[in-house]
């Protein structure tokens, strides 16, 4: 039989209940367990495009078009099986994404990159979700919102390019990144802060808060408060925000400490770019080395390079390197009237 070659993106399961449902309650209700699962998520997966590859044991091999659709297919997966109960037990799972070369040979499907997503399987615990850095890179930035980058000491991650984890539905509140940032910028609005947390729940699945913080000086006159209007600018940078408005019209970016969002990756300048209000428009100002890469509403991309540019509606900041980059760090940005 004839050898392939594909570049897939594979989704490898575990369903680590079936074990101690194996010794509590026999083989026979471990398999009935686990063929249920299977049945139940072969059934997302079909939604979202994806095939079988193989199941063995208490195991699924599935494979997709691209990382976009087996990350949905993954979370769709996750959120049905922790509402679930099969025989009494709640059916987790343990998820590994990766996108690679791989070999195929009638039904079977084998090589490194199979094995490096079984190893994220391995790493997993249960209830996660995690995706590796190959895999990432193929995300739109809106979906980058959704991981959480997590340090594992390991050869096979670098080899990976790094490994991230989904938030949980339960740490998004049930909502998207980007209600959870509108509400937050409500909040502030409210009650007139210059900077607040993002709340994206627990777990540890923000990024640290290394910025100034809320400042008391920054806080807007209570007749400005609550005229509930007026024009602002909220950037999101992991689980901090900042506010750009008539009474703060300046917030700055870049590597160097003393910025207002300061940036880890190397690409980005010391001072690389600053976002001001003139009027009652706001605008990115870049005075950097590698520019800023600009992602609007529909994902159109712009470089601004020693240049300005209007920022209008909600969209994505990406200083020093676009979205595609494995360590493209992402700014979102929400206009409010």
Request: glycine content about 10%; proline content about 4%.
């Amino acid at each position: 039989m004839p050898q392939t070659t594909h570049c897939l993106a594979l989704l490898f399961l575990d369903i680590p209940a079936a074990l101690a449902l194996r010794e509590r309650d026999g083989n026979e209700a471990a398999t009935d367990f686990v063929a249920a699962v299977v049945e139940m998520l072969g059934r997302v997966r079909s939604v979202h495009g994806g095939k079988e590859i193989r199941c063995v044991g208490n195991t699924m091999l599935s494979c997709f078009e691209g990382p976009p659709a087996a990350l949905a297919a993954a979370r769709a997966m996750r959120k049905l099986t922790d509402e679930s109960r099969i025989a009494g037990v709640q059916p987790q799972v343990r998820i590994g994404l990766h996108w690679g070369e791989v070999s195929v040979t009638g039904r079977s499907v084998y090589g490194e990159a199979v094995s490096a997503c079984a190893r994220l399987v391995a790493t997993a615990l249960p209830g996660q979700i995690l995706v590796t850095g190959v895999a990432t890179e193929a995300l739109s930035p809106e979906e980058r919102l959704l991981l959480h980058a997590v340090e594992i000491v390991r050869d096979w991650v670098t080899a990976v390019g790094g490994v991230s984890l989904v938030r949980s539905e339960e740490a998004l509140g049930g909502r998207t990144p980007e209600r959870a940032a509108q509400e937050t910028l409500d909040r502030a609005r409210e009650f007139g802060t210059r900077t607040m947390r993002l709340d994206l729940g627990g777990n540890g699945e923000g990024l640290a808060d290394r910025g100034k913080g809320p400042r008391p000086e920054a806080m807007l006159p209570a007749a400005v408060a609550s005229e509930g209007r007026v024009p602002r600018l909220c950037l999101i940078r992991g689980a901090v925000i900042a506010i750009v408005d008539s009474a703060e019209s300046y917030v700055s970016i870049g590597r160097e400490e003393g910025n207002d969002i300061l940036m880890d990756l190397t690409t980005a300048s010391r001072r690389h770019a600053h976002v001001e209000m003139r009027g009652d428009a706001f605008y990115l100002i870049d005075h950097s080395w590698n520019g800023t890469f600009v992602y609007d509403e529909a994902g159109r991309e712009t470089r601004v390079h020693n240049a300005e540019l209007a920022l209008r509606g909600s969209g994505v900041l990406c200083p020093g390197c676009p979205a595609s980059h494995s360590q493209a760090e992402i700014i979102r940005y929400i206009e409010t009237r």
